[in-house]
């Protein structure tokens, strides 16, 4: 039977193959955009049309992310293939996360709008590139109306009862205990949400409309651009980053060895050097 491989198999599996002996800090970053992205696509054809589509489609999402007040930081910009994908945007919150604002969600909306936003201000077309994006943000501004309770017009309720596999934890069908009527409004809060998101995105790359030029043109030029350079291209320095604490060895302690006990079978614990 085959099992899926974790993060932590991957990045040993990838260090194996380029015949490395121990796991570097690139190996773990590239196992989690495997299991995230999908696997490179280098042998893909793509034209140079194409690559620039590409390229401002996936500026747009970084720079509305960075850009927006509950965004999470910008960590990889790609326009290599990955998966299904022409290119890609990671981004990675800088500490773990359980609880969602609306805030959050809306943002997260607004970000995700943000390739398509792009692609119709730049080049006056829309494409289906953004049909994964679509289907995210749909999904994300319906759960907040009828799971999270975050639509002020419909209160604090939930609407559908989800029956689920319990073993592979998929959604299987929506029992709906809510009338005609109510699934009107709740048809009409998703689109207004998806609309201002989408609105919100294009008002965000039209007012840095250079900065998307940049990034968008640095992408065409190097095909990926990690965090610390998406940050240059802002006009913006990195974080510093965080000095290892280095913890000294616990000194060993135990009965000094003396030569009366050399020839014995005891095992006995030798003393710690004096510090210099």
């Given amino acids: 039977m085959a099992v899926e491989p974790t993060a932590t198999g991957k990045r040993r599996i990838l260090a194996a193959r380029k015949n490395k002996k121990t796991i570097s800090n690139n190996d773990m970053q590239e196992a989690i955009e495997r299991l995230v992205l ?18 401002y489609h996936e500026a747009g999402h970084a720079l509305v992310g960075h850009l927006l007040p509950n965004g999470d930081p910008v960590r990889k910009v790609t326009i290599m293939p990955r998966g299904m994908s022409g290119g ?40 289906t590139g953004a049909s994964s994006d679509l289907e995210h943000v749909t ?10 309770g975050m639509s002020d017009k419909l209160g604090p309720m939930m609407f559908g009862q989800k029956e689920e596999m319990i073993f592979l934890g998929r959604e299987i069908s929506e029992q709906r205990d809510y009338s005609e009527a109510v699934a009107e409004e709740i048809d009409q809060e998703v689109r207004a949400i998806v609309n201002w998101a989408y609105d ?28 610390d350079e998406f940050l240059a291209l802002m006009g913006e320095a990195p ?7 280095v913890i ?7 009965t000094p060895v003396s030569d009366a006990d050399e020839g014995s079978d005891r095992p006995t614990l030798g003393t710690a050097p004096s510090p210099a």
């Fill in 248 to 254: 000294p060895p616990a000194p060993v302690t135990g």
């Fill in 88 to 127: 890609s945007t990671l981004f990675l919150p800088e500490e773990d996360i359980n609880y969602v604002t609306r805030s959050r969600i809306k943002d997260r909306i607004v970000m995700a709008l943000a390739g398509r936003a792009a692609e119709e201000i730049v080049f006056s077309e829309i494409t």
């Fill in 139 to 148: 999904r994300n501004a319906r759960a907040m109306v009828t799971r999270f």
């Fill in 38 to 55: 999908g696997p490179e696509r280098r042998s893909r054809v793509i034209s140079e049309s194409e690559r620039q589509l590409t390229a």
């Fill in 200 to 227: 919100e995105a294009r008002r965000v790359i039209r007012e840095n409309r250079s900065k998307l030029e940049v990034v968008a043109k640095r992408l065409l030029e190097v095909e990926t651009i990690d965090g």
């Fill in 239 to 245: 974080p510093p980053r965080p000095v290892p604490k």
